[in-house]
């Protein structure tokens, strides 16, 4: 079946403009996590929907990004006011639930560019 | 709170040699533990997972890892390296009272030498 999809793959922006990132989880998997992939941090989780719960945001850098994720599917990142220290790849991942014994599917990612 | 350590952050290997991949965790719970390959400009793909039943995992593409309590680690080998294995490896561990985020290591970048 279908992977994670993720849109747009690159995308280009100058500091101060918002952007937002769409992720497309696996049909029928209730969780699903945003991961970032940069240079000076790594891979960093930075946030959780599961089902109708509430998110856990634990993750997110600042106040600048938020996530929702509507009708349990689909899901989008946004960020407000960019910096170029956003600049990075940002993953999604879905997985059929929350457990140690699931596993997590990702998506290729979306390569962000903060000019 | 959960944590990896990729004790190498590039390995070189010749082909039809083996690889060993480092990797040390802390958790204060019993851990699942994976091991994700990302090849040059695709996605985390994963190779293997240990979710506390046999100690030794097999995975994808001839990939094995064995989890050993007593030396906190879960280092992946494979008895003979081929070209298409070069890629960057991640050591990964998942938080179970943090609605299994994973916490990622560092990396492994893996270079084959033909």
């Known amino acids: 079946g279908a992977g994670v999809s993720q849109s747009p793959s690159n995308k280009v922006t100058e500091k101060g403009k918002d952007v937002e990132l769409r992720c497309d989880p696996i049909?029928?998997?209730?969780?699903l996590y945003w991961y970032r992939q940069s240079l000076g941090q790594g891979l960093e989780f930075l946030i959780y929907?599961?089902?109708?719960?509430?998110?856990?945001k634990s993750g997110l850098p600042s106040d600048r990004f938020s996530a929702e994720r509507t009708g349990g599917s689909v899901s989008t990142l946004t960020i407000q006011r960019t910096q170029q220290e956003d600049s990075a790849v940002y993953l999604c991942?879905?997985?059929?639930?929350?457990?140690?014994?699931?596993?997590?599917?990702f998506g290729p990612g979306t390569r962000l560019t903060v000019l | 709170a959960q944590s990896v350590t990729q004790l190498d952050s590039h390995v070189s290997v010749s082909e039809g040699t083996p690889v060993l991949l480092r990797c040390n965790y802390s958790?204060?719970?019993?851990?699942?533990l994976f091991w994700y390959v990302q090849h040059p400009n695709k996605g985390l793909q994963l190779l293997l997972k240990?979710?506390?039943?046999?100690?030794l995992v097999k995975g994808i593409n001839g990939f094995e890892a064995e989890f050993k309590k007593s030396e906190t680690s879960f280092h992946l080998t494979k008895p003979s390296a081929h070209m298409s294995d070069a890629a960057e490896y991640f050591c990964?561990?998942?938080?179970?009272?943090?609605?299994?985020?994973?916490?990622f290591g560092t990396g492994t970048r893996l270079t084959i030498i033909p």
């Open positions: 049909s029928g998997h209730t969780a």
């Open positions: 929907f599961q089902g109708n719960s509430a998110p856990d």
């Open positions: 958790s204060s719970y019993s851990p699942s």
């Open positions: 990964v561990v998942s938080d179970p009272v943090g609605n299994e985020k994973l916490t």
């Open positions: 240990y979710t506390s039943a046999a100690t």
């Open positions: 991942a879905s997985s059929p639930g929350t457990s140690g014994s699931y596993t997590q599917y």
